[in-house]
């Protein structure tokens, strides 16, 4: 989007956006890479930071705002069914 819109009109986009979301109550789930310049003004807006990553072959994922302890995501297939697990990692 960042590429699309430019950096400036994004950011007008998202903050009125993410405005609208939080005064109706509902849930807005953004997935950014680290690397796009806009990362760090969604951070400062966002309620809650989830950060996913691997580490060999373990996909893991912890809170930064607010700040959680490390999970392991166990994902499993029952019954046609694909099951997912936060495990907490000690």
């Known amino acids: ?3 699309t819109y430019g950096e400036r009109e994004i950011l007008k986009i998202l903050s009125e956006d993410i405005a609208r979301t939080r005064n109706l ?15 760090s003004h969604l951070r400062a807006l966002a309620n809650v930071h989830l950060k996913i990553c691997q580490i060999n072959g373990a996909t893991l994922v912890y809170g930064i ?9 166990e994902t499993k297939v029952e019954n046609n069914v694909r099951k997912i697990k936060l ?3 000690v």
């Open 25 to 39: 109550e509902d849930l807005r789930i953004n997935i950014a890479r680290s690397t796009t310049g806009i990362t």
């Open 65 to 73: 705002k607010p700040r959680t302890q490390i999970h392991y995501i």
């Open 1 to 3: 989007m960042e590429y």
């Open 87 to 89: 495990k907490p990692v």
